[in-house]
């Protein structure tokens, strides 16, 4: 059974930044393309950005150029670094497998707000 445990979200003020980690358990990494997902209130689940194998990678246009997706294969984590973040941004964010799991972790919480 995977298990993946998001970490690094927190209050911030617009402007700043955050690292976003998601260590991943249970399941070969290395091999899967990895998303990082985010869900505001109210609102649906999305995508922002994407890691292929390879370390390929590719953003919603809300993030581009502020976001960066980057993966550590030995750890089988997943990072997002956030900067020049904005209240739109408030979420939790997820990550999982490029066509997810059945399973997702508690997400961590990112507060944009001044």
């Known amino acids: 059974q995977v298990q993946l445990v998001e970490s690094g979200g927190g209050l911030v003020q617009p402007g700043g930044s955050l690292r976003l980690s998601c260590a991943v358990s249970?399941?070969?990494?290395?091999?899967?393309?990895m998303r990082w997902y985010r869900q505001a209130p109210g609102k649906q689940r999305e995508s922002v950005a994407r890691?292929?194998?390879?370390?390929?990678?590719n953003y919603a246009d809300s993030v581009k150029g502020r976001f960066t997706i980057s993966r550590d294969n030995a750890k089988k984590t997943v990072y997002l670094q956030m900067s020049s973040l904005k209240p739109e941004d408030t979420a939790v964010y997820y990550c999982?497998?490029?066509?997810?799991?059945?399973?997702w972790g508690q997400g961590t919480q990112v507060t944009v707000s001044s």
């Open positions: 999982n497998r490029d066509t997810p799991w059945d399973d």
């Open positions: 249970g399941s070969i990494f290395n091999i899967y393309a």
């Open positions: 890691i292929t194998s390879g370390g390929r990678t």
